[in-house]
């Protein structure tokens, strides 16, 4: 295998027994083990299988997760999950195979056909590679999985994500202002952006996202939270991560309400054509005391949860999984923009073939000066 410990796994999306396009980058926050199988059909990914659900008390979802990766389409009837913890997930062009290095060819005989070599890899919550061994050391792989310490001290020690936590951007008059533009409006359900079929369509799901969006009409009032941010988020990401923001996506007033339990589960906000393009989310709470639940947890980096007091905003890059966890009492209110800067705006308007219906067109104007 190509990877070694330490590597960062490859990301990819690949069909599985109930899902036409899993994204294999949502499963971080728990230790991943993975056996490139070939075929079931052979002895040596049967006695595989046969070690892995003969442990299955080590899948669970939360601790740990399993994917066997086939190439043989024959498989599709073969292999059924078992919830939860054990999955199959199907390469068949084997793209992902020749990816992480289990496909090649002996470059001592460059006519020879390439050759699949089964193989285990672990993975650590972060999507980093700790283990790699042979398809026929199943018991040496499970016994080190097993022994592996809990999923928030895999590393030893604390590994704060990568975010911004900063007091302050919006006033107590301006969250306030937020709110009852909202409560006057009122909100729609809001769904997510999902790739099918090469395009870039608008879902919804429950089981994922429960929240209302009100649109900001009021240009004051977009003006007002963009000078904020302007003055008090963009500096400080300069400072930290040495990013300029030139550009600002939606002026949106987002209620998690306990009343169903509002949240986000985990997900990342650049992972379509039509998102490619955002760099940093900000979420700046707006009533902070009157609500309970609804943090911010980063799954890659552990179980701590983010709450920024009202008018604070946590800032973080759009490629972090994150999740806004179910709010359990009151209304969470909250303003959640995307920053990007000139050169992903050229990509965002260069992404609209990749747009499916609903999914509005972007154009790309100068930026303003300041």
Not at 190 to 203: D, H, P, Q
Not at 347 to 364: C, S, T
């Amino acid at each position: 295998m190509r990877l070694q410990s330490g590597d960062p796994a490859p990301w990819f999306t690949l069909p599985s027994t109930d899902n036409p396009s899993y994204a294999f980058h949502s499963v971080a926050g728990r230790y991943i083990l993975i056996c490139f199988l070939g075929s079931a059909a052979r002895p040596e990914a049967q006695a595989a299988l046969a070690a892995a659900t003969a442990r299955r008390d080590l899948f669970d979802d939360d601790r740990a997760c399993f994917f066997g990766i086939s190439v043989d389409p024959a498989d599709r009837e073969r292999l059924a999950p078992i919830l939860p913890g054990i999955r199959f997930l199907f390469d068949l062009d084997g793209r992902v195979c020749r990816e992480y290095g289990v496909v090649h060819r002996d470059p001592a005989q460059p006519g020879a056909a390439e050759r699949l070599v089964p193989c285990w890899l672990l993975l650590d919550p972060m999507m980093r590679v700790i283990e790699t061994r042979p398809i026929n050391e199943a018991e040496a792989m499970l016994d080190r999985l097993a022994a592996l310490p809990p999923v928030f001290d895999h590393a030893g020690t604390d590994i704060p994500p990568p975010v911004l936590v900063l007091p302050r951007v919006f006033e107590p008059g301006l969250c306030r202002a937020l709110i009852a533009h909202y409560e006057a409006q009122g909100g729609a359900p809001s769904g997510f952006m999902r790739e099918v079929n090469g395009k870039t369509v608008g879902v919804f799901d429950a089981a994922l996202k429960r929240r209302a969006d009100c649109t900001i009409a009021d240009e004051s009032l977009r003006v007002a939270a963009r000078t904020a941010i302007l003055r008090r988020v963009v500096p400080e990401l300069l400072k930290v991560h040495h990013f300029k923001a030139t550009r600002m996506e939606r002026y949106i007033v987002a209620c998690y309400d306990s009343a169903d339990l509002g949240h986000f589960g985990a997900h990342r906000d650049n992972t379509t054509s039509g998102t490619a393009h955002r760099r940093f989310a900000v979420t700046i709470n707006l009533n902070a005391e009157e609500f309970e639940g609804g943090e911010l947890r980063f799954p890659e980096y552990g179980k701590r949860s983010w709450r920024a007091p009202t008018g604070g905003a946590v800032v973080f890059s759009c490629s972090l999984l994150h999740q806004a966890l179910p709010v359990t009492a009151g209304r969470r209110y909250a303003f959640l923009p995307f920053l990007y800067d000139d050169a992903a705006a050229a990509i965002r308007e260069a992404n609209n073939a990749k747009l499916g219906d609903g999914v509005g067109a972007y154009r790309a104007a100068p930026a303003k000066a300041g």
